[in-house]
T-cell receptor, first 112, second 113 residues
């Protein structure tokens, strides 16, 4: 079945440093979504990417979808303590089923 | 409602008992999803509905697990003859339909003792 892998599993950064997490799928995706889960919370939807090579920005966050629609990345510029949490990518292969397969997430810690 | 509501928040049950977990999605959301999340892991797909129709149940671990959404709104995930390995956070999410972002509920923490 479809697998979604994320690296790194953990990342510790000094406040103000940049952060990137990478997501790779074993199959071509119809779309990819990103979620953020704060400690003790539930996943919160951030964004969806649909087109090959798509790039979207939300303030300090930049999301990319690969040309082959099998990989994606999330980049945070100048991290802040409010960025702490686990970031999940989740992909759908479409083909009649819209359920998302989630990666294991990247847990971000920001040292003030 | 304003968000996805799940109940109970916490459930402790004895091995062998049946449990029913409830999810009340956002009004107007067509799709409803059940996921299970182990500590430190990503959500794992169980099943999903469009309206009242169960579209995909390929993630249900075995026949002790079942789900329904009889009127296309509230859904119940039932686990029969619970086992310790069923202990996890069970999360419900809803969306406007395929290819829309999910809104997750706060989850039900199930502990089987």
């Amino acid at each position: 079945g479809q697998q979604v892998m994320q690296i790194p599993q953990y990342q510790h950064v000094q406040e103000g440093e940049d952060f990137t997490t990478y997501c790779n799928s074993s199959t071509t995706l119809s779309n990819i979504q990103w979620y953020k889960q704060r400690p003790g919370g539930h996943p919160v939807f951030l964004i969806q990417l649909v087109k090959s090579g798509e790039v979207k920005k939300q303030k300090r966050l930049t999301f990319q979808f690969g040309e082959a629609k099998k990989n994606s990345s999330l980049h945070i510029t100048a991290t802040q303590t409010t960025d702490v949490g686990t970031y999940f990518c989740a992909g759908s292969s479409g083909a009649g089923s819209y359920q998302l397969t989630f990666g294991k997430g990247t847990k971000l810690s920001v040292i003030p | 409602g304003a968000g996805v509501s799940q109940s109970p928040r916490y459930k402790v049950t004895k091995r062998g008992q049946d449990v029913a977990l409830r999810c009340d999605p956002i009004s107007g959301h067509v799709s409803l999803y059940w996921y299970r999340q182990a500590l430190g892991q990503g959500p794992e797909f169980l099943t999903y509905f469009n309206y009242e129709a169960q579209q995909d149940k390929s993630g249900l671990p075995n026949d002790r697990f079942s789900a329904e959404r009889p009127e296309g709104s509230i859904s119940t995930l039932t686990i029969q003859r619970t086992e310790q390995r069923d202990s996890a956070m069970y999360r419900c999410a809803s969306s406007f339909g395929g290819h829309y972002g999910y809104t997750f509920g706060s989850g039900t923490r199930l502990t089987v003792v």
